[in-house]
C-alpha cells in the first residue's frame, strides 16, 4: 500500500468511508472518485452526493502476487462495480472465495479495515464489496 500523509487521509476519508462521489450540476453526471471538474463539460463540481450501496460486477480480476505486507489476503477478487445509479466504482470483493465472484454477481458496500500504517498508528479503513446476500452488513 503507498503511504498517505496523514493529513490528506483525514482530509479524504470521507470519501472512502461513505462512498461520496461529485455531481455535475450542468449534465447530471457523477464521478468516483470525486473531481474538481467535470471532464465533459468542464463546469466546476461543487455538490457532493451520497452514492448508491448496491451494485453489481461488472468485470473482475483475482490477484495471485501482491503486496509484501498484504500477503495473508491471497489470493483475492478486485472488481469493477457498477452501482444502482450507473456510477462505476473499483473494490476489493470479499466475503466469498475469488473464484466464485462472477460477472453480474449483485454486491453491496461493506466497511472493512485495510490495514495499519508502516510508520504510525494510523489504522485504515475503507469500502470493499460484498455478496448481496452476505449477512450482518449495515448500510447506513
Known sequence: ????????????????????????EKDGKVYFPPRKLCPECGEILNKTVLLPRTGKVVSYSVVHNGLSNREEE?????????LDDGTRVVGQIIGIPPENVSIGMRVKFAFRKYGAATNSAVIRYGYKFVP?????VNLS
Open 132 to 136: 448481496e446476500t452476505y449477512p450482518n
Open 1 to 24: 500500500m503507498v503511504e498517505q500523509s496523514i493529513p490528506l487521509y483525514w482530509r479524504t476519508r470521507q470519501f472512502r468511508y461513505r462512498l461520496m462521489g461529485t455531481k455535475c
Open 74 to 82: 491471497l489470493p483475492y477478487a478486485v472488481g469493477l462495480i457498477e
